[in-house]
């Protein structure tokens, strides 16, 4: 019924529909500005903190004061006038989520089109009201004479892109209101599926571009001499200055070739291992008892689901001065109280280990599904050949597994920068940092943990996520190249 | 399935000589990978329920001595971990809820042909399992947003998990399209099909990557270390068990000394140390999940089959 009434319509809907567009684009950009504290409408003062957005300022009354407690006691400021912008934030914010409702509306049957230009001639005219409130505002700070260096008012930039965009609201809805014929009585609020499909869902598009997408923006600080706390300007722009850095600066350069072999060798031991899992799981396979099995199933992968730091806190128990590997060598009569986690030595090795210890169970049981899922007339056929049972093992289930093992190596190599920083951050302790420090852990030390260096922690970090996807890239051609499929 | 497997892979075959040795050498072998798996956590265990001095002097390796639970009832003074057991505990019901629930729905979603770019939408969000911006760009992200040192951090981000809806999506696309098709004659809407017909069906695949979510939760302590450093009550308890472990400083006198007088009466009476109150702690940690982990075990393998069959 949708689609006929679509092949109906007259022309004036084509030009609303282009009206729309601009109106949907508009609406869409003034709902993601109103997250961001860099284009808060709302920082009029520089009493107002600077991590505050408009949408902050409007939800949050006690976020808006929250640098201004002094002046508001020593009474430099009213707080009405924090009032006032709090409450006109809040409309621009109702203003932009109207909007955004009109343009969600607009998608819909002629009514319902109709009712959503109202939403927006409403929002629009929010809008322009909430950032004529924060005018107000600003006017009542800029009034105050005494201490005005430390008030230091300003009017920003988004003030006007606000109220731009809600003139523009209204004119577009306006617009679209005029051309619009009226709908008939027999017209419903209705929208055709496959639109409301896609708004139901927007949200998730939407929290799947802010938390994955959006950060890549970020990798403009590579170019920014950036502190905590700065900001991203012409003044502080370093242009390739991190990344001559990285790849001239003697120190640095001699930190990542030691932070990459690290990595590779972690990697490579967990690659050159990897064939573990698949040999216990065919052994698993062998075990008779039915009960014996479920409990070899259910116990190895116990290790997996515990947290690396409870790991740090078992290997503590067993090799710390006073773990149970020095009273175990006490009771056979040797006297002990080395810590085994404390030193430098094989930490490769033990690190190893530990990876082991916990993730060979679980990969084993993945193994033991893909053996679940090799044909059992194979099997018959080979009884019935005369196979005995170390010829099926290696003739029937070791093949049987290898398309399994062959993604999860494929998967291996091009993971192989990322080994995650959990498990050597638990670890990692004075001694032997200079050996434990994978890539993704170094990324952490040197960004958020101690010798704070953001740029060159985002440099990193950027070739890592590069090279990743080039490696994930190359491997997923030779899967399709060994065994026509993709892997990803 | 693997029952099939199994018994038609042995099925009428004579055990000869060589056969005995290997089962027994393989059952042995898996005894030890038992050992292997468990006895660190009874270790943990037996020190916990020992008497402390012995502990102390590292007398405690195979079975408990002078049973008592004064330790687990001296955790009563530790009062940060209360805090982060009700942050993690608050953060794994509510995140795995709505994780869920967005899967669900999402999953839902992207089987429906007829939503507009339905493809297009699909692949932006699968790309994003392959990549990420970095761990200072991510930060960062975050921190504009205003989600640092708050509860959200733990929930938000973790919403939309790609992995866990290609599960859901190919999970409902094996359900026989019959039952919906009907309930769209009858005039149902998207929402009612949803919550009526896929969500009672999909339960399986929804209790795995609910167990799978909460077992992240739980675990996870690397947000709670970036996004939250300073706000230390709303560290999670893997984080405060972490600040735990690498305490060289006296625990027992500074729990005492914000005990009241019965705990602290029952410290004097076998000496509170370092040690014990470090594997009383992981002990408390690590509990919960050994105790569901018997339950979860058959989600577990139903989840890698259908993991598998995406891989």
């Not at chain 2, 030890?32 to 590292?58: K, W």
């Given at each position: 019924m949708n689609d006929t009434l679509a092949q109906k319509l007259p022309p004036q809907h084509r030009t609303a529909d282009r009206t729309y567009y601009l109106l949907r684009i508009a609406a869409l950009f003034a709902m993601a500005l109103m997250f961001f504290p860099d284009v808060s409408p709302a920082k009029v003062t520089i009493l107002i903190n600077k991590s505050v957005s408009l949408f902050s300022a409007g939800i949050s009354y006690s976020g808006l004061i929250s640098d201004s407690a002094r002046p508001l006691r020593l009474e430099w400021v009213q707080a009405s006038t924090y009032q006032i912008l709090h409450y006109g934030s809040l409309t621009a914010v109702l203003g932009s989520l109207l909007a955004g409702a009109c343009g969600c509306m607009s998608l819909g049957s002629l009514r319902l089109k109709r009712l959503g230009n109202i939403f927006g001639m409403i929002g629009g005219g929010m809008l322009m009201a909430g950032m004529g409130m924060t005018y107000l505002a600003y006017r009542q700070f800029a009034a105050i004479v005494e201490k005005a260096d430390r008030i230091a008012a300003t009017l920003p930039d988004a003030v006007y892109i606000y109220a731009g965009l809600g003139l523009l609201f209204v004119l577009l809805s306006v617009g679209a209101q005029g051309v619009l014929p009226r709908a008939e009585k027999t017209d419903r609020y209705e929208m055709k599926p496959k639109y409301r499909l896609f708004l139901m869902f927007l949200p998730i598009i939407v929290l799947s571009f802010v938390f994955a997408y959006l950060p890549l923006v970020g990798w403009r600080y590579a170019f920014y001499d950036y502190q905590p706390g700065g900001t991203l300007s012409a003044e502080t722009f370093a242009g390739f200055k991190y990344f001559q850095m990285l790849f001239q600066n003697e120190s640095t350069r001699n930190d990542m070739i030691r932070v990459l072999r690290n990595t590779l060798v972690m990697s490579g031991l967990g690659i050159a291992t990897s064939w573990v899992p698949l040999v216990i799981a065919i052994l698993m396979a062998e075990i008779r008892s039915r009960f014996f099995l479920r409990s070899v199933q259910t116990i190895i992968t116990i290790p997996n689901f515990i947290s690396w730091v409870l790991v740090y806190a078992v290997a503590l128990a067993m090799f710390n001065t006073d773990g149970f590997f020095n009273g175990f060598l006490g009771l056979l009569g040797i006297q002990s109280d080395t810590n085994y986690l404390m030193g430098n030595d094989n930490i490769w090795l033990k690190m190893l280990a530990w990876g082991m210890w916990k993730g060979v169970g679980w990969s084993s049981i993945i193994y033991v599904a893909a053996i679940t899922g090799i044909d059992v007339s194979l099997y018959e056929a080979a009884t019935v050949d005369g196979a005995g049972r170390f010829q099926k093992m290696r003739y029937v289930t070791l093949p049987g597994l290898m398309p399994t093992y062959t993604v999860l190596l494929l998967l291996a190599v091009a993971a192989i920068l990322s080994n995650g920083m959990d498990q050597y951050y638990v670890f990692q302790n004075a001694q032997n940092t200079s050996t434990i420090e994978v890539l993704d852990l170094y990324v952490y030390n040197i960004g958020i943990g101690e010798g704070t260096s953001i740029p060159l922690s985002t440099i990193v970090g950027m070739f890592k996520t590069i090279i990743s996807v080039m490696l994930l890239f190359i491997a997923n051609h030779v899967s399709k190249w060994t065994r026509g499929e993709s892997i990803v | 399935?693997?029952?099939?497997?199994?018994?038609?892979?042995?099925?009428?075959?004579?055990?000869?000589?060589?056969?005995?040795?290997?089962?027994?050498?393989?059952?042995?072998?898996?005894?030890?990978?038992?050992?292997?798996?468990?006895?660190?956590?009874?270790?943990?265990?037996?020190?916990?329920?020992?008497?402390?001095?012995?502990?102390?002097?590292?007398?405690?390796?195979?079975?408990?001595?002078?049973?008592?639970?004064?330790?687990?009832?001296?955790?009563?003074?530790?009062?940060?971990?209360?805090?982060?057991?009700?942050?993690?505990?608050?953060?794994?019901?509510?995140?795995?809820?709505?994780?869920?629930?967005?899967?669900?729905?999402?999953?839902?979603?992207?089987?429906?042909?007829?939503?507009?770019?339905?493809?297009?939408?699909?692949?932006?969000?699968?790309?994003?399992?392959?990549?990420?911006?970095?761990?200072?760009?991510?930060?960062?992200?975050?921190?504009?947003?205003?989600?640092?040192?708050?509860?959200?951090?733990?929930?938000?981000?973790?919403?939309?998990?790609?992995?866990?809806?290609?599960?859901?999506?190919?999970?409902?696309?094996?359900?026989?399209?019959?039952?919906?098709?009907?309930?769209?004659?009858?005039?149902?809407?998207?929402?009612?099909?949803?919550?009526?017909?896929?969500?009672?069906?999909?339960?399986?695949?929804?209790?795995?990557?609910?167990?799978?979510?909460?077992?992240?939760?739980?675990?996870?302590?690397?947000?709670?270390?970036?996004?939250?450093?300073?706000?230390?009550?709303?560290?999670?308890?893997?984080?405060?068990?972490?600040?735990?472990?690498?305490?060289?400083?006296?625990?027992?006198?500074?729990?005492?000394?914000?005990?009241?007088?019965?705990?602290?009466?029952?410290?004097?009476?076998?000496?509170?140390?370092?040690?014990?109150?470090?594997?009383?702690?992981?002990?408390?940690?690590?509990?919960?999940?050994?105790?569901?982990?018997?339950?979860?075990t058959r989600y577990f393998q139903k989840g890698i089959m259908l993991g598998a069959v995406k891989g």
């Open positions: - | 399935m693997r029952r099939k497997t199994n018994e038609l892979n042995h099925a009428g075959f004579r055990r000869t000589a060589g056969d005995r040795i290997f089962d027994s050498l393989n059952t042995v072998f898996f005894l030890l990978y038992l050992l292997l798996c468990l006895f660190p956590f009874y270790y943990l265990f037996i020190n916990t329920i020992s008497n402390n001095d012995l502990v102390a002097r590292g007398a405690i390796n195979f079975w408990p001595v002078g049973l008592t639970l004064s330790n687990y009832a001296a955790l009563k003074s530790v009062t940060d971990l209360g805090t982060a057991f009700l942050v993690t505990l608050g953060r794994t019901v509510i995140g795995t809820a709505t994780m869920v629930v967005v899967s669900a729905f999402a999953g839902y979603l992207v089987t429906k042909k007829e939503m507009w770019n339905r493809k297009f939408f699909y692949r932006m969000l699968v790309i994003t399992m392959y990549f990420n911006a970095g761990l200072i760009p991510t930060y960062l992200n975050i921190k504009m947003l205003g989600l640092t040192d708050t509860f959200w951090v733990y929930i938000i981000p973790a919403l939309v998990m790609p992995f866990n809806i290609i599960l859901v999506k190919t999970y409902i696309e094996s359900i026989p399209p019959d039952l919906e098709e009907s309930a769209l004659i009858d005039g149902a809407g998207y929402m009612t099909i949803f919550s009526k017909i896929i969500v009672p069906l999909s339960m399986p695949i929804l209790a795995t990557i609910a167990i799978f979510g909460a077992v992240g939760h739980w675990n996870s302590f690397v947000d709670s270390l970036i996004y939250n450093q300073t706000a230390i009550q709303l560290h999670t308890l893997q984080h405060v068990l972490y600040t735990y472990l690498n305490k060289t400083s006296n625990l027992a006198a500074m729990m005492n000394a914000g005990a009241d007088a019965t705990a602290a009466a029952q410290a004097a009476q076998s000496a509170l140390n370092n040690k014990v109150i470090k594997y009383t702690i992981s002990m408390v940690t690590i509990l919960p999940i050994l105790l569901v982990y018997p339950f979860m």
